[in-house]
């Protein structure tokens, strides 16, 4: 969670794939109006976004229900966001990355191909309430290079993170001692 530029996509992707775990990226849950709504440099209400948090538990819902794990962004901005999303089955973690408004501007005037407006981070950061202590989960500054953060997230939260199999595997051909016994 977290507003625009502070890296979601980035830290969401690399944690994903060090997990072997699901991952979506919560713009593909907005629907077109709120695409645009975005591009033309609108901020969005809660009346937008509640049909699109419903989405992203919908989703994860569904990732419990396969017996998965997931990872998803969402900038998550207010409690009652939060709140809607701890609804969707099994535990709920959130990832608070925060990071100073200059740094956060001047990332998202990087960024290329991107809907979302730098004009719109002021914005985003009046509707943030951040991370409280009595949320499941943890805040990290975003200063920190994105396989850090990783780092700290399966450190902090001691997410089980899958081991490659260690059962040794005898060579092809080697076939000593293989009746039942």
Known sequence: MGVAGSGKTTVATLLAERMGRPYAEADEFHPQANID????????????????????????????????????????????????????????????????????????AQRSGHFMPTSLLPSQLATLEPLADDEDGITLDVGLAPAELVDRILTS????????????????GDHHDTEER
Do not use: I, N
């Open 37 to 108: 709504k975005m591009s033309a440099g609108t901020p969005l209400t809660d009346e937008d976004r509640w049909p699109w948090l419903r989405a992203m538990r919908d989703w994860l819902d569904q990732q419990a229900a396969d017996d998965r794990s997931a990872v998803v962004t969402c900038s998550a901005l207010k409690r009652s966001y939060r709140d809607l999303l701890r609804t969707a089955h099994g535990r709920v973690r959130f990832v608070h990355l925060t990071g100073s408004p200059e740094l956060l501007a001047e990332r998202m």
């Open 157 to 172: 939260t001691a997410l089980p993170v899958p081991q490659p199999s260690t059962t040794p595997h005898p060579p092809a």
